[in-house]
């Protein structure tokens, strides 16, 4: 049983910044890559940022420049700083992390967060 839980979400005018956290716990051997979606009401959900084991990062071209993802693997937790906040943001945001259960198993499982509401004021 893996379960992820995600913090640091709420309101903020435009520019500003927040930054969001998610720990997962549970059955966990080791975290391939963990990420960010987010969802908007009536829009599909979106891969905002990735972060490989290795450290490798992907973003959406929307939030180039002004968000950042990072991990810490001591604490299987993962990071989106997010800065120069803009309302095209709003929505909210899910965690995401590939599980690796055992050092038997290779087999990754996909697991998510609950979700945390982001709302940018104009």
């Known amino acids: 049983q893996v379960q992820l839980v995600e913090s640091g979400g709420g309101l903020v005018q435009a520019g500003g910044s927040l930054r969001l956290s998610c720990a997962a716990s549970?059955?966990?051997?080791?975290?391939?890559?963990m990420g960010w979606y987010r969802q908007a009401p009536g829009n599909q959900r979106e891969l905002v940022a990735s972060?490989?084991?290795?450290?490798?990062?992907n973003y959406a071209d929307s939030v180039k420049g002004r968000f950042t993802i990072s991990r810490d693997d001591a604490k299987n937790t993962v990071y989106l700083q997010m800065n120069s906040l803009k309302p095209e943001d709003t929505a909210v945001y899910y965690c995401n992390a590939e599980v690796r259960y055992t050092s038997i198993s290779y087999n990754l499982y996909t697991h998510w967060g609950q979700g945390t509401q982001v709302t940018v004021s104009s």
């Open positions: 972060i490989s084991s290795g450290g490798r990062t």
């Open positions: 549970g059955s966990i051997f080791s975290i391939n890559v």
